[in-house]
């Protein structure tokens, strides 16, 4: 294991481990293309150069989002094919893990990009949370075909004609296989933690302020469960005879326990856990990207887009230039 930061700070490590002095950080640069490009010291740099390189198979940062992105996009660069890459973060429910994405790569999304963000999620929930046929669903403001932004309108048709084409057989010049995603049309807000779907497809900006609102609702119910069981004898009396089953109920919710959010589209995977996140959190980012590297995640991915014959013509994607600033403008 690389683990790149200030060497004189992290001190003592475990065999195995290997430390890079990397003593600069860019995660808090208000400009992450420039601060990556005219800082090549910093550790995020220096990790997405040795990933890029071959010298690790995988990338776990915690840093700065941005930074990440951009470094990932510079020195990693996309799969052939991919559009943009995407955050996919697996969501923790009651009715069961359900990834959505895209989660803050990209603040504006075309048709194409949410139809590739569809397999690659739909590959990424087979190799990792171990989802057989996974249901997608396409996030909107109704169920109904007709209801959405011109976005999630295209987006959809195009997944509806893929799915009707699976079934009929009619899959013109891909194999017989490809383009049987599950498809289950639009989902609304409350079907992210309802079960309605296995992977939920949206652009960055909606699926970035979806997940901070889902945080934001799970904490301050949490909080307020705590508050409640301590406000009196009653409540205390009362909160004993929880605590096991609401201890069970957290850490069936913990959204550390499913690493963090996972960079989809790129030619190695990177694993981005959440700044706030205890060793455990951190740990189990580890342990995953270990496993998406072990079960080649970007491989698979990248094989379910090429049967679908969704990959991107060459010469039909933007500049490196402007995709890096539009990915790095979170």
């Known amino acids: ?148 932004s011109e976005l999630v309108l295209a987006a959809g048709a195009h997944l509806d004609e893929r799915a009707a084409g699976a079934r009929s057989g009619d899959g013109g010049d891909r194999p017989d296989d490809a383009g049987t995603l599950r498809f289950v049309g639009h989902v609304e807000g409350d079907d992210l933690v309802a079960g309605a779907a296995d992977v939920v497809v949206t652009d960055g900006f909606t699926g970035n302020i979806a997940l901070k609102l889902m945080e934001g609702v799970s904490q301050t119910m949490l909080t307020s469960v705590r508050a409640a069981a301590t406000s009196s004898t009653r409540g205390k009396l009362g909160g004993l005879l929880l605590r096991s089953a609401l201890r069970g109920f957290r850490e069936e919710i913990d959204p550390e326990g499913q690493g963090g959010a996972y960079l989809l589209g790129l030619r190695r995977l990177a694993v981005v856990p959440h700044g706030r996140f205890s060793r455990r959190g951190f740990a189990q980012a580890i342990a995953r990207a270990e496993l998406a590297a072990r079960e080649d995640v970007v491989g698979v991915t990248h094989a379910a887009l090429s049967e679908a014959g969704v990959l991107r013509r060459a010469g039909g994607g933007a500049p490196m230039s402007e995709q890096t600033r539009s990915l790095a403008g979170e």
């Open 1 to 148: 294991m690389l683990l790149f930061g200030p060497a004189a700070e992290i001190g003592e490590t475990p065999p195995g481990v290997e430390v890079v002095d990397a003593p600069v950080s860019v995660a808090k640069s208000p400009d992450p293309v420039r601060a990556v490009r005219s800082t090549p010291e910093s550790s995020i740099v220096q990790a997405t150069r040795a990933l890029g390189e071959g010298r690790a198979q995988a990338l776990v940062c915690a840093g700065g989002t941005g930074a990440a992105l951009a470094a990932g996009l510079f020195n990693v660069k996309r799969a052939p094919g991919i559009h943009r890459p995407a955050l996919a973060l697996p969501i923790p429910a009651p009715a069961g893990t359900v990834t959505l994405l895209d989660v803050g790569a990209n603040d504006q999304a075309r048709p194409e990009h949410l139809v590739q963000f569809a397999y690659m999620g739909a590959a990424f929930a087979t190799a990792v949370l171990g989802v057989r046929e996974p249901r997608v669903g396409l996030l909107s403001n109704g169920q109904e075909r007709s209801r959405g």
